[in-house]
């Protein structure tokens, strides 16, 4: 039985103060309620460690929006898997569409993140989904079989365990247009078959495979309600305790 996972991309937004108000008032608002599922928060690099300490004592674990894939070096303004590690990060989300969109990040670039996250000891969150226009070309599988592909290149059944994927279809983030239940349970049961082909029933089988775009408190329940929809990344709505707080309650 895989366990829910709802996680929390703050994007570039809240300084210290915000960020101390938002993680203090999800952790106020969780304590009282039998949370069922993993709950994570990602906050940006410059408020990690306060969000660590604020969060400490709760069910809320930490992790980071990105990483370098080499443990250290001369490359101004990167971070380091050891670095996030030291401030308690447990997660690191990979590959996202705004990572891949916005800075050029490739598959084969993804794919060295990835195993550099898993040989530090943290789990990587590492996100998919095509574009409108890759949807609307009738692309999508065959762009979701390459991302997957390429990304879990040389990424053992073992170490599987440790990696969560996040189908988000680029065109539903930000954009409040959500998959229908139906749309996003048809692309997650093909990444299920897909990690079948890769690494057989019982890996994939316990594969969590979260929903990204436009997850809201009343979408979440019957999003969340699919047999292969594990959990969400949530990017808008986890901003806010309440709507944040809103979706954790809905998972199962
Ligand atoms: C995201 O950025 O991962 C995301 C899903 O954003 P939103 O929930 O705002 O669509």
């Known amino acids: 039985m895989r366990k829910q996972v709802i996680a929390g991309n703050w994007k570039m937004f809240n300084d210290i103060q915000a960020s101390v108000d938002l993680s203090a008032a999800l952790k106020n608002g969780l304590s009282s309620l039998s949370v069922n599922c993993e709950v994570i928060v990602c906050p940006p690099f410059t408020a ?6 604020v969060i400490k004592g ?20 990167e971070i380091a898997a050891p670095m996030l590690k030291s401030v308690g990060c447990e997660y690191v989300i990979l590959g996202h569409s705004e990572r891949r969109t916005i800075f050029g990040e490739t598959d084969q670039l993804i794919n060295k993140k990835i195993k550099k996250a898993l040989s530090a000891g943290m789990n990587p969150i590492f996100c998919i989904g095509e ?25 053992t059944a073992e170490q599987m365990a440790k990696v969560i994927l996040a189908y988000e279809p680029v ?34 089988g316990n594969v969590v495979i979260q929903y990204g775009g ?35 309650t809905a998972a199962k």
């Open 48 to 53: 990690l460690d306060t969000v660590r300490t």
């Open 58 to 77: 709760s069910v809320i674990k930490l992790g980071a929006q990105n990483m370098h894939f080499e443990e250290s070096g001369a490359f101004t303004g």
């Open 131 to 155: 574009t409108l226009q890759e949807r609307e070309s009738n692309v999508t599988f065959d762009v979701i079989r390459r991302q997957v592909v390429e990304g879990l290149k040389e990424i």
């Open 214 to 248: 436009s997850v809201k408190p009343d979408n979440a329940n019957e999003l969340l309600g699919q047999p292969d929809i594990d959990g969400a990344l949530v990017g808008g709505a986890c901003l806010k305790a309440e709507s944040f707080i809103g979706i954790i």
């Open 171 to 204: 065109w539903a983030i930000g954009t409040g247009k959500t998959a229908s239940p139906a749309q996003a349970q048809e692309v997650h049961a093909f990444i299920r078959g897909l990690l079948t082909e890769l690494y057989g029933n019982t890996v994939a």
